[in-house]
């Protein structure tokens, strides 16, 4: 199964717009056939980076199916309505996305299009994008696995976790940068975001033998998002 992340720079004025076109035309359309859902809808939280971003996944079944999804919106039924949608942003940028190999989330059941969009309280998710070192991206893959994925659930099973890996993804060949990797988390206990912004990183966060300390032989570059899931949102 492959996921199509896409980062949509909103037009301010016309966010509510756009979130409906979503909701209401978007999500439904690309269901259709079968072959397609929008899995993710989150606003990037104000004050944490960039406003009026928002960042959607959809998940597609194959890869002939990802074409058969180009063709519908290049000419075909989607066309119209992915022009409508242009118009409400100034620039969306896409990659595709396959599971890494420890991922919990290997793949979706895709719901039937007439299926109707449930409300649900908004959940805070943490999404960090990692650029490997050059020639370590497949060491990366195996040791975020053994050891990073490892760590999260130790904690987590302690009741200790701030976050939740929720899934981990690579970009896909030809669909992305090469060296690229995105870990998607659930936050788990808000209140323990403020201080991790609010003060420096006990040392014991980043000892050897910590991810910290030692995913730095591998990558010392990533970009962290706050993002918030809207009511609707298929998956939060």
């Known amino acids: 199964m492959l996921f199509v992340h896409e ?4 037009v301010g004025s016309r966010e509510d717009e756009f979130e409906a076109a979503l909701r209401d035309g978007w999500r439904p359309a ?12 989150l606003h990037h939280a104000h004050g944490t980076g960039p406003s009026y971003r928002v960042v959607t996944i959809t998940a597609v079944r194959n890869g002939a199916a990802w074409q058969r999804l180009i063709e519908r919106v290049d000419g075909g039924d989607l066309a119209e309505l992915a022009a409508r949608i242009d118009g409400l942003r100034h620039d969306v940028r896409a990659k595709v996305l ?3 190999p420890w991922s919990p989330l290997q793949s979706v059941a895709l719901p039937p299009p007439a299926a109707p969009a449930a409300l649900h309280e908004p959940t805070l998710f943490m999404e960090d994008t990692v650029w490997p070192h050059e020639g370590r991206l497949e060491e990366y893959v195996a040791r975020s696995g ?3 994925a490892k760590e ?3 904690a987590d099973a302690g009741e200790r976790a701030l976050l939740r890996i929720q899934a ?4 896909a060949y030809g669909a992305g940068r090469r060296r690229e990797i995105v870990l998607w988390q659930k936050l788990v206990r ?3 975001l403020r201080p991790l912004i609010a003060m420096e990183v006990p040392p014991e966060y980043k000892a050897p033998g910590t991810w910290m ?3 730095l032989e591998l990558r010392d570059r990533w970009e962290s998002r706050l993002l918030r899931s809207a009511r609707w949102s298929p998956l939060y």
């Open 190 to 192: 808000p209140r323990g």
């Open 30 to 41: 690309v269901a259709r056939d079968g072959d397609a859902a929008l899995l993710y809808f």
């Open 98 to 100: 396959v599971p890494l």
């Open 146 to 148: 053994s050891h990073y």
């Open 168 to 171: 981990g993804f690579r970009t």
């Open 7 to 10: 980062l949509h720079e909103v």
């Open 152 to 154: 999260m659930a130790d």
């Open 213 to 215: 300390h030692d995913a």
